[in-house]
T-cell receptor, first 115, second 113 residues
Framework: DAKTTQPPSMDCAEGRAANLPCNHS???????VYWYRQIHSQGPQYIIH???NNETNEMASLIITEDRKSSTLILPHATLRDTAVYYC????????????????FGKGTKLSVKP | NAGVTQTPKFRILKIGQSMTLQCAQD?????MYWYRQDPGMGLKLIYY???????DKGEVPNGYNVSRSTTEDFPLRLELAAPSQTSVYFC????????????FGPGTRLTVT
């Protein structure tokens, strides 16, 4: 799997947009970008994923650069409950067995949303 | 749906003891996973299963065993517990196909002394 690079920590003011960057310069053509987050002491939670087009759901937006070497997760109106560690992961969405599709978690970005 | 459930929530073991961490899911997912998370680190995959009767090693399998006799249950066995196995253990499950997101349980915090 391609490796990702994320800043170790970021701050964001409550109500403002939180923009979390991720570099994945060695991503392969068939690898997707996935984002998960982990609120303190809880299990990780899926946020969003994409291949090359920008994606949006009820939680966040994912912006992937045209060359796919980096992406940004956007939380449009951060709240205190969004304080968490955010993981950017690239992998093949395996559907046929084997270890190709397994998630590889790095250290992520610790986002602190402040009042 | 209860989603992914794990028991116990906390456990203290003495060195050399054995125990089984329980994991169950009620979403009819084919894939199930066990991860461990050491303080300040990301999750590391211990074992995974792509269906009942099929298991495979992940990144850090030494000191652990798993079985998958049903779709719903995926227990993790620790034999001869060691201090290096002090960690938080997370179980997860996912569909075969689809968006392939993984759903995680609340975790088991294990201390080996």
């Amino acid at each position: 799997d391609a490796k990702t690079t994320q800043p170790p920590s970021m701050d964001c003011a409550e109500g403002r947009a939180a923009n979390l960057p991720c570099n994945h310069s060695t991503i392969s053509g068939n690898e997707y970008v996935y984002w998960y987050r982990q609120i303190h002491s809880q299990g990780p939670q899926y946020i969003i994923h994409g291949l090359k087009n920008n994606e949006t759901n009820e939680m966040a937006s994912l912006i992937i650069t045209e060359d796919r070497k980096s992406s940004t997760l956007i939380l449009p109106h951060a709240t205190l409950r969004d304080t968490a560690v955010y993981y950017c992961i690239v992998r093949v969405p395996n559907r046929g067995g084997g270890s190709q599709g397994n998630l590889i978690f790095g250290k992520g970005t610790k986002l602190s949303v402040k009042p | 749906n209860a989603g992914v459930t794990q028991t116990p929530k906390f456990r203290i073991l003495k060195i050399g003891q054995s125990m089984t961490l329980q994991c169950a899911q009620d979403m009819n997912h084919n894939y199930m996973y066990w991860y461990r998370q050491d303080p300040g680190m990301g999750l590391k995959l211990i074992y995974y299963s792509v269906g009942a009767g099929i298991t495979d090693k992940g990144e850090v399998p030494n000191g652990y065993n798993v079985s998958r006799s049903t779709t719903e249950d995926f227990p993790l066995r620790l034999e001869l517990a060691a201090p290096s196995q002090t960690s938080v253990y997370f179980c997860a499950s996912s569909y075969l196909g689809g968006s392939y997101e993984q759903y995680f349980g609340p975790g088991t915090r294990l201390t080996v002394t």
